[in-house]
């Protein structure tokens, strides 16, 4: 949320600032931070409150933590969609299959490649 900021890095920050601003206008600055943070909370809650009321009820239980885009992963997507819980058939090549199929590919007999189909 800060950016890589740590905690001591934040009060290192705050205390700079503190001498910046001086004893006389730090109250006031305090309390327009503190305004600012709950009007922040308020605009939240306020649209949150307005996604649920658009999406109607079926979506009251709905998990919003698995949609955060930070748990995207294509690599488990395109494994789950291509797998679909069936176990991996993988045929082993032995270095004479190899060595047949380049000596196919030069020879002219691999499978025909229509260049303007793709």
């Known amino acids: 949320m800060f950016l890589g900021l740590s905690f001591e890095k934040l009060v290192v920050i705050a205390i700079i600032a503190a001498f910046l601003i ?46 955060d885009p930070r748990q995207y992963d294509p690599r488990r997507i395109i494994r789950e969609a291509l797998l679909d819980n069936e176990p991996v058939r993988v045929k082993p090549v032995t270095p004479s299959q190899s060595a ?17 189909s793709t």
């Open 100 to 116: 047949e199929r380049k000596r196919a590919e030069l020879e002219g007999l691999t499978t025909p490649y229509d260049s303007e």
């Open 22 to 67: 001086g004893p006389q206008k730090l109250p006031q600055y305090a309390a327009s931070l503190a305004r600012l943070a709950r009007r922040v909370r308020e605009m939240a809650d306020t649209a949150q409150d307005r996604v649920r009321e658009e999406m109607g009820p079926e979506f009251e239980d709905l998990d919003w933590r698995k949609m």
